[in-house]
């Protein structure tokens, strides 16, 4: 599983540095100021949770564990649910889309608290 989360983490990482660059070049002009801030929004939280992929995938190398992959997992799904959705909210104009950001960021929040649990677990265990 690490090599899947060190994957989706060089995608996530690379589309978002792109889809950065290109909000802010080609839709500089073609988006409200509104809409643009809200599409660099979506680019932020999918670059955060690609480094915290890549975290998961570090971390599923040195102690694979159900709870780590629960995790990239759950920010996979963020990623796809929260930016995914800003970006069709702004590119679309359909703001029924706004609906399923929510979503994405429950996923980041259950994510984050499997992560949390995980290195709670790896306390127990007597390490340092």
Do not use: D, N
């Not at 989360?5 to 060089?10: G, K, Q, R, T």
């Amino acid at each position: 599983m690490a090599r899947l989360w060190l994957l989706l983490s060089a995608c996530a990482g690379f589309t978002g540095v792109a889809l950065g660059a290109f909000a802010a070049h080609g839709l500089k002009s073609q988006l409200t100021p509104a809409y643009l801030a809200v599409f660099q929004t979506g680019t932020q939280y999918q670059l955060l949770h690609a480094l915290a992929l890549f975290c998961v995938g570090l971390l599923a190398l040195l102690r694979p564990s159900r709870l780590v992959s629960c995790a990239g997992s759950l920010f996979a799904l963020g990623i796809l649910l929260f930016s995914g959705s800003l970006y069709a909210l702004t590119l679309s104009g359909i703001s029924a889309l706004g609906m399923v950001t929510p979503l994405g960021g429950v996923a980041f929040l259950a994510g984050w608290a499997c992560l949390g649990v995980a290195a709670w677990q790896l306390s127990g265990r007597g390490e340092r």
